[in-house]
């Protein structure tokens, strides 16, 4: 397969976004634990868990860990860089590991794992398509570490602004577990994810925005446009 194929590139694309997406989803999961972890006994369904509030603590940290250890992966397969599939593979196998012990451990203990499962099954997903990506006539186009960052920037900037998208509304997708006594307590946070949602959707608009304006510097670009513009009939 040819790297500069319409398939290397849309699978490129994919991996690149659902990386970045795999890494944000996996950091607000573990800010999201971080109620059971200090508080359990403050709700019902989570007092199980206060004997075992120094491993939620520990998921608490690894869960945080893990999203930023992904969105730094991230980040290296925009740059295209020797070891970006390494360590975006590392930070897969590490989070689906880590993941479904968490799993057990709150099925075991409460009798229930939402929503961890969501954020342990999106990187399941992400690890599948990785192992595709892997298989030697694919990677042949694809292969993250002769990328450039200029092709490979308009997936960073929709990665970007998914995550900005996802940090907006993750009060409401989250709404129903960790609603308890009417209050959505996954609202809790609601100032400071707001800044940093709108913070992340405005940097992948940047990314785009700076694309076109190199666009307009390039002198092929800017000739064809004045042309067209030349050519338009007058209104008389």
């Known amino acids: 397969m040819s790297k500069n194929s319409f398939f290397a590139k849309f699978l490129r694309f994919i991996g690149i976004v659902l990386m970045g997406l795999t890494g944000g ?6 800010i999201g634990t971080t ?10 369904s989570m007092a199980p868990l206060a004997p075992f509030q120094w491993l939620y603590i520990l998921f608490v940290l690894t ?30 196998v590490v989070g ?8 057990y451990a709150s099925r075991t203990l409460r009798g229930a794992s939402m929503p961890v499962d969501a954020v342990v099954y999106t990187t399941v ?25 200029k092709r490979n ?14 940090t907006l509304t993750i009060q409401h997708t989250m709404a129903s577990t960790h609603t ?5 307590y996954a609202d809790v946070f609601n100032t400071s994810m707001t800044v940093i949602g ?3 959707w405005l940097m992948g608009l940047s990314v785009f925005l700076g694309m076109a304006m190199n666009m307009e510097r390039i002198p092929a670009i800017a000739q064809l446009k004045k042309s067209w513009w030349m050519n338009l009939p007058l209104k008389r």
């Open 35 to 44: 109620c059971a972890a200090l508080f359990p006994t403050n709700y019902d």
């Open 25 to 30: 989803f996996t950091l607000l999961g573990g």
């Open 198 to 200: 709108l913070g992340l």
């Open 153 to 166: 920037l308009p997936a960073g900037g929709v990665a970007t602004i998914l995550l900005g998208i996802m």
């Open 96 to 103: 689906v590991v880590i993941g479904f012990i968490h799993i």
């Open 125 to 149: 997903l992400t690890l599948i398509i990785f192992l595709f990506l892997r298989i030697p006539f694919i990677w042949q186009g694809v292969d993250f570490t002769e990328g450039s960052t």
């Open 63 to 92: 869960g945080i860990a893990l999203g930023v250890w992904g969105i730094w992966a991230t980040v290296k397969l925009v740059r295209g860089t020797s070891d970006s599939y390494k360590m975006s593979m590392q930070a897969l």
């Open 180 to 184: 308890w006594d009417g209050v959505n």
